[in-house]
């Protein structure tokens, strides 16, 4: 009974207000990991910590290391999420998933991107100079490795 009225609520919710952890996926997805699987993560870092109180069968990999210092940032960056974590069933664990993995997927969305096209030449321009070729302001055609100036900025030289 306890899912099903977990799961009705968390309906009833997500149709009238925006539950904080969609608030708090979108600032994981703008600030710390665009592109991250959180169920994934999520899962991986409750395993990590339940293999804390004993000893590991193998050292982590850095990759592993790394995925684990994401998640603490996650732990972190929401207020009670270990908690509420710990104390969910495996069912509600892919639930909260979801409503970060929501954020952080609204994150990406155009609408919080389509300005960046026209400030980032506006960075990258000279001051009292222009970009030659010429970048227009509303194409992504043309930049990257395709351009002198992006394709610099996107390989700097090595220092010796």
């Known amino acids: 009974h306890r899912n099903l009225y977990f799961r009705t609520l968390l309906t009833k919710l997500a149709r009238t207000t925006q539950d904080p952890l969609v608030h ?3 600032h994981f997805g703008r600030a710390v990991h665009a592109f991250c699987n959180v169920q994934t993560l999520i899962t991986n870092g409750l395993g990590v910590m ?3 109180e004993g000893e590991p069968e193998y050292p982590p990999t850095a990759v592993e290391r790394a995925e684990f ?3 603490r940032g996650l732990l972190r960056m929401i207020p009670g999420l270990e908690a509420r974590l710990m104390e969910s069933s495996e069912e509600e664990v ?3 998933a979801d409503l970060i993995q929501k ?3 609204g994150a990406r969305a155009a609408d919080d991107t389509k300005d960046m096209k026209s400030t980032i030449v506006n960075w990258i321009t000279p001051k009292g100079q222009s970009l030659n070729p010429h970048i227009p302001r509303n194409v992504k055609s043309g ?3 395709n351009h002198e100036r992006t394709g610099a900025l996107l390989c700097p030289v090595l220092r010796s």
């Open 103 to 105: 954020g952080a997927n």
């Open 94 to 96: 892919v639930l909260i």
């Open 24 to 26: 708090h996926g979108r």
């Open 69 to 71: 210092t994401v998640f």
């Open 143 to 145: 930049r990257g490795f």
């Open 50 to 52: 339940g293999e804390e």
